[in-house]
């Protein structure tokens, strides 16, 4: 009997070809989500493994963050929106203009921090301290502002200064991925982690297609975030506090530091992890996510993702009902004969690779379209096995 009945040159060709279109498809799918809300969960299987078998939260150096919240500082200003004179609003609610200008004046003082992302949207003007403000903010380096809905709803004097976003996807009110870079925003900003990470560590960010480049290394643009540490790892003062200190305590205080200025009780949002966690803490885990490679594209899980697409392409070549090779007559092998198992399978695999290769993944989609092609390429057999079932002639 001849074991290599079932691989022949038209074989070869098909499972090489339905392999690129694999990891084509999985290159593309992982920049989106089918599953809004909730449903999403179902995709972000490791790290809910991993805190079956973890004791504690782990806390990944959240000394190196300095969380500044803003919300009780606030001052009301009686002016228009941005520059847009038919669009005035009185009594506007806004963070303390003075204390900014105050925290900017010591940060231009010291400047032994590592970067400064300032998460406050400018919308509304403060004459008596925009001018000053901008000037202070304009001279700090590693800094950048929240571009809020876009550039042109900013108050004008505001507009020119450095900018990044949040770039959080929440389909359906739920946080599932983090955006290195929004695609979907006509000025295309850079998250705030991915810039601290590249003014901290003064290497390029490149977007491309099917993934970025962040200096030497190739990156998933798109990824589900991992919770390294919590709102209790990072240290958080008001606003109000850090600027009634001196320029002594306050420099001891920034030095070296991630500071983060934002609103740390309304700015929260909902996760996969089933709790609503704030802004900053989001920020911080993101960057942290860098720092551990996170979104690095290794040559080991290209190998293996590839190893995977070429077996499950040969699958496929296989014709449903007939004999297939003695390989699977193995009891966990044996299940893979019906293509319905590709899906779990392929969760199952997100789960390996979270815990082998350090990727958080979604492969589920991957598994879709295997039993999709499985269905296509095997339409006859299929067809049968319903017909049986539904007492057709």
């Known amino acids: 009997m001849n074991r290599f009945r079932f691989l022949n040159q038209k074989v070869v060709l098909l499972c090489v070809l339905n392999t690129i279109v694999g990891l084509l498809v999985f290159f593309l799918l992982q920049k989106n989500h089918i599953l809004p809300g909730d449903n999403s969960t179902v995709f972000h299987l490791g790290p809910k493994v991993k805190a079956w078998f973890a004791s504690e939260k782990p806390a990944l150096d959240g000394a190196r963050f300095l969380i500044i919240d803003t919300s009780k500082d606030y001052m009301v200003v009686d002016n228009a929106r941005g520059d847009l004179s038919e669009d005035i609003t009185n009594g506007v609610a806004v963070v303390h203009r003075g204390l900014l200008l105050r925290f900017m004046d010591l940060l231009n003082k010291t400047k032994d921090y590592n970067y400064v992302m300032c998460n406050i949207l400018f919308d509304y003007a403060s004459p008596k301290y925009d001018r000053e403000l901008v000037h202070e903010m304009s001279s700090l380096p590693r800094f950048s502002i929240s571009s809020g809905l876009g550039k042109e709803m900013l108050h004008a004097p505001y507009r020119d200064l450095p900018m990044a976003d949040a770039s959080v996807y929440m389909p359906g009110g739920t946080m599932t991925k983090y955006r290195l870079y929004d695609l979907y925003k ?94 900053p803490v989001i920020t911080a885990n993101a960057y942290l996510a860098l720092i551990k490679g996170d979104t690095v594209i290794t040559w080991y899980f290209i190998t293996f993702l590839t190893l995977c697409c070429l077996f499950f392409s040969y699958l496929i070549s296989l014709p449903q009902g007939r004999l297939y090779p003695t390989i699977f007559d193995k009891p966990v092998i044996g299940i893979l004969r019906g293509g319905i198992w590709y899906i779990p399978f392929f969760a199952l695999l997100s789960v390996f690779v979270y815990f082998v290769f350090g990727n958080n993944l979604n492969l589920t989609y991957l ?27």
């Open 186 to 279: 006509q000025d295309t900003l850079r998250s705030f982690p991915l810039d601290m990470y590249t003014a901290i560590h003064e290497t390029r960010f490149k977007h491309g297609m099917f993934y970025s480049s962040l200096g030497a290394k190739k990156v998933f643009n798109d990824f589900q975030l991992e919770k390294f540490i919590d709102r209790d790892h990072i240290q958080t003062l008001s606003l109000g506090e850090i600027c009634s200190l001196d320029v002594t305590s306050f420099k001891a205080a920034t030095k070296n530091k991630i500071i983060i200025i934002d609103n740390i009780e309304a700015n929260l949002k909902k996760t996969i992890y089933g709790d609503a966690i704030s802004m």
């Open 367 to 393: 598994g879709g379209f295997f039993y999709m092609e499985n269905l296509f390429f095997n339409w006859k057999y299929h067809w049968k096995r319903v017909k049986r079932k539904m007492n057709f002639n």
